[in-house]
T-cell receptor, first 114, second 114 residues
Framework: DAGITQSPRHKVTETGTPVTLRCHQTENHRYMYWYRQDPGHGLRLIHYSYGVKDTDKGEVSDGYSVSRSKTEDFLLTLESATSSQTSVYFC?????????????FGSGTRLTVV | AQSVTQLGSHVSVSEGALVLLRCNYSSSVPPYLFWYVQYPNQGLQLLLKYTSAATLVKGINGFEAEFKKSETSFHLTKPSAHMSDAAEYFCAVSWSWGNTPLVFGKGTRLSVIA
């Protein structure tokens, strides 16, 4: 049921390098989200998008940027990776602005910054 | 800021015993409420949701949750635990209409002992 895919699934990168994670959806949903998951913190919102070229910051946006040039793709960029950005990153999509439908999540990207 | 509290980062039950995972949220304003489950190395999948209809909500895999406005709670229960229920469970809340991303609790890891 892969209506949403994340790439890569795993990545190891060096401190100071830029990294881009991709979220691709085939559902034509308007809303897309990037969360990071860390032990003891649950999921924390990084950025989200409510349409092409429309994005907003979440709780932990420092050090991250996003772009959405077309409906199906939402890119998350770590401008200069740091060890504190070692995490599992999840993308989610939602069809409705009402939030009542909940989200569909991708399988995640495990990023290690060394 | 609105918040979601899951009591107990780790809960351990015997197979066949009652499962009770607790979730409280910070506002008395009726929100939308969700429970998600995450199996190892997977994304999150929706277990159930409350959207102001019946206060007792039934989900997949025999789970249910009851919305109690007076207690600002949405606890997740299952009468009889199965080994396959071992996973991490997240409570999530949305407080308003339109373009307000879900806020997640920190998660509760459920272990089921044979």
């Amino acid at each position: 049921d892969a209506g949403i895919t994340q790439s890569p699934r795993h990545k190891v990168t060096e401190t100071g390098t830029p990294v881009t994670l991709r979220c691709h959806q085939t559902e034509n949903h308007r809303y897309m989200y990037w969360y990071r998951q860390d032990p003891g913190h649950g999921l924390r919102l990084i950025h989200y998008s409510y349409g092409v070229k429309d994005t907003d910051k979440g709780e932990v946006s420092d050090g991250y940027s996003v772009s959405r040039s077309k409906t199906e793709d939402f890119l998350l960029t770590l401008e200069s990776a740091t060890s504190s950005q070692t995490s599992v990153y999840f993308c989610a999509i939602s069809a409705s602005e009402l939030e009542a439908d909940g989200y569909t999540f991708g399988s995640g990207t495990r990023l290690t910054v060394v | 800021a609105q918040s979601v509290t899951q009591l107990g980062s780790h809960v351990s039950v015997s197979e066949g015993a009652l499962v009770l995972l607790r979730c409280n949220y910070s506002s008395s304003v009726p929100p939308y409420l969700f429970w998600y489950v995450q199996y190892p190395n997977q994304g999150l999948q929706l277990l159930l949701k409350y959207t102001s209809a019946a206060t007792l909500v039934k989900g997949i895999n025999g789970f249910e949750a009851e919305f109690k406005k007076s207690e600002t709670s949405f606890h997740l229960t299952k009468p009889s635990a199965h080994m396959s229920d071992a996973a991490e469970y997240f409570c999530a809340v949305s407080w308003s209409w339109g373009n307000t991303p879900l806020v997640f609790g920190k998660g509760t890891r459920l272990s089921v002992i044979a």
